[in-house]
């Protein structure tokens, strides 16, 4: 079992940059492939961005290529979502969420989730 917290949402300028964390907790944190998914209203939950158990591979959609980073610190049990050149379009709750073994891109692959973050770009 993994429980997730994000955190580090709120509102920025476009342009701008925040950084997102989620806190795991267990054991076994290390052995989950983790994602940031996002949902707009009105929208359905997109992929974002994903990383692999031990960090050594990263995956993003391609509207956040080039802007976005994914990483994680096993020993915390957190990982974090830098996002810099921030776009309105951005604007949407933020989730990240786990799922043992594997990457993957599909939100439905993934047992487990935080509570989601607000992050609103303003133009």
């Known amino acids: 079992q993994v429980q997730l917290v994000e955190s580090g949402g709120g509102l920025v300028q476009a342009g701008g940059s925040l950084s997102l964390s989620c806190a795991a907790s267990g054991r076994t944190f290390s052995g989950y492939a983790t994602g940031w998914f996002r949902q707009a209203p009105g929208k359905e939950r997109e992929f974002v961005a994903a990383i692999s158990r031990g960090g050594g591979s990263t995956y993003y959609a391609d509207s956040v290529k080039g802007r976005f980073t994914i990483s994680r610190d096993n020993a915390k049990n957190t990982v974090y979502l830098q996002m810099n050149s921030l776009k309105p379009e951005d604007t949407a709750v933020y989730y990240c969420?786990?799922?043992?073994?594997?990457?993957?891109?599909?939100?439905?692959?993934?047992?487990?989730w935080g509570q989601g973050t607000q992050v609103t770009v303003s133009s």
């Open positions: 969420a786990a799922k043992y073994g594997g990457v993957n891109f599909s939100h439905i692959s993934y047992d487990y």
